[in-house]
């Protein structure tokens, strides 16, 4: 269908807490199709709703593969998408985020969660997700509550991108 343009810091949809979908319509359909242009075109492994500017609970994910002599898995549609149970030791590793390009910090999660969706032909998903997808999850999810990955930072760091978030916004 379309890329659309992703949209950056400062941007206030980046701070709503997203609606849920109830029904999946050609809407919704078209809005799934475009954000997988749209994932596909900057090369991510994740985009959720309000990163094109919808306050929609919808991510859509496309995991790297697990060996480099392997296939990356198809890209997938996730409506409503939630934690429902985070376990295993808390894991540090850099994050970075279509929204804030070219800033890169370490963000301590979970090394695996529990995750509840449906699917776009209206199927309910649970299912668990270990390690860098499990970081996708959240990290997406975090999206749709208004999160960002940089509110997971320690002060310090917060304290030194200060400036550069700033401008960020400005831009």
Request: with cysteine; glycine share 8%; aromatic share 4%.
């Amino acid at each position: 269908m379309a890329v659309r343009e992703i949209r950056k810091y400062g941007d206030p949809v980046l701070r709503a807490k997203a609606n849920p979908i109830a029904d999946v319509d050609e809407e919704i359909r078209a809005l799934a199709t475009d954000m997988l242009d749209t994932l596909a075109k900057a090369e991510g492994v994740g985009l959720a709703g309000p990163q094109v500017g919808e306050e929609r609970r919808i991510i859509v994910v496309h995991p790297p593969p697990p060996a480099d002599d392997e296939e990356r898995e198809e890209p997938r549609v996730y409506l409503n998408p939630e934690i429902v149970e985070k376990r295993g030791p808390q894991e540090t590793e850099e994050e970075g985020c279509l929204s804030i390009p070219g800033i890169y910090e370490t963000v301590r999660r979970p090394h695996a969660v529990r995750v509840r969706a449906r699917s776009l032909e209206g199927e309910d998903l649970e299912f668990d997700a270990e390690g860098m997808l499990a970081r996708i999850f959240l990290h997406e999810i975090d999206h749709l509550d208004g999160v960002l990955f940089i509110d997971k930072i320690g002060p310090m760091r917060r304290a030194l991108l200060k400036r550069r978030l700033k401008e960020m916004a400005e831009e």
